[in-house]
């Protein structure tokens, strides 16, 4: 293979991991918006919402199918493909469950039908994240999950300086979504390998960043935001909130590099 042949392969890669970074963030929001309309009988916004779920739906399938194109796991490939089809087969169901429900909000066997539906939808999801996880390359997907959380940390700063609530508040719960994500598919990689001192490495890593970092960087969010809305005029204490992020960033930071010294023990933070 040509150098620049594997150059395009690693584009490739990143693109399409840029894409399941993205579209497997908050895989809920979209369900749970539709089943409050259904429930509130707004047969309208339900509709509406309708197609923002369906829009997800195939969001999701068409980068479940992406991944599929760059991975050489046959096995791992026929998994994903058949959860992305149930998924899709799924999708019409969980609609229909919804407008059921919001023709008679106050019917207990539309509200069973529709926990039904969003438990087997949820359950469908969980299956195809973890298809799609095991396809692709963790180093790829810390790599990507590395440089959106500096991107959405230096996002949440300038919402800050600019006294916007909603970007701040929406950029902070993306960077929450990843950073959960990366805790769950970094752990998960970790039942692939026997205990010892590297995956001891990396499961404390992550365990810094969910139980000390994560909290931390919640509650300056929240001090902001509460803050802001209070009264803009008045300054935010910005070092604060700009050292809980980069605690964010240099967490991701530090579980990449246990997850690749695991199999590169040789490397040092001068790799970094």
Request: proline fraction near 3%; charged fraction near 30%; aromatic fraction near 4%.
């Amino acid at each position: 293979m040509t150098k620049k042949t594997r150059d395009l392969r690693r584009q490739l890669r990143k693109a399409v991991m840029d894409h399941v970074s993205d579209s497997f963030l908050e895989t809920n929001v979209p369900l749970l918006v539709l089943i409050e309309a259904a429930k509130n009988g707004n047969e309208k916004e339900v509709k509406e919402y309708a197609q923002v779920f369906r829009e997800h739906a195939n969001k999701l399938i068409e980068v479940a199918n992406l991944a599929c194109s760059i991975s050489n796991n046959e096995e791992g490939v026929k998994l994903v493909r058949m959860a992305a089809s149930q998924l899709e087969t799924l999708c019409p169901q969980v609609i229909n469950a919804a407008l059921a429900l919001a023709a008679k909000p106050n019917s207990k066997v539309a509200q069973d039908n529709m926990e039904l539906f969003k438990e087997q939808w949820e359950k469908q999801v969980r299956i195809l994240t973890d298809a799609v996880d095991d396809i692709t390359s963790i180093d790829d997907f810390l790599c990507v999950s590395e440089n959106h959380i500096l991107e959405d940390v230096n996002k949440c700063v300038i919402a800050l300086q600019e006294k916007d609530v909603d970007g701040l508040d929406r950029t902070a719960g993306a960077i929450r979504g990843r950073a959960a994500r990366v805790v769950h598919v970094v752990t998960s990689e970790m039942d692939n390998y026997e205990p010892g001192i590297y995956t001891e490495k990396v499961l404390e890593a992550t365990k810094l960043l969910t139980d000390t970092v994560m909290p931390r960087f919640t509650e300056q969010v929240e001090s902001a935001v509460e803050a802001l809305s209070a009264n803009p005029s008045l300054p935010v204490d910005e070092n604060e909130f700009i050292d809980a992020s980069r605690l964010v960033y240099d967490g991701i930071r530090d579980i990449r590099k246990a997850v690749l010294m695991i199999r590169n023990p040789r490397i040092g933070r001068r790799d970094f």
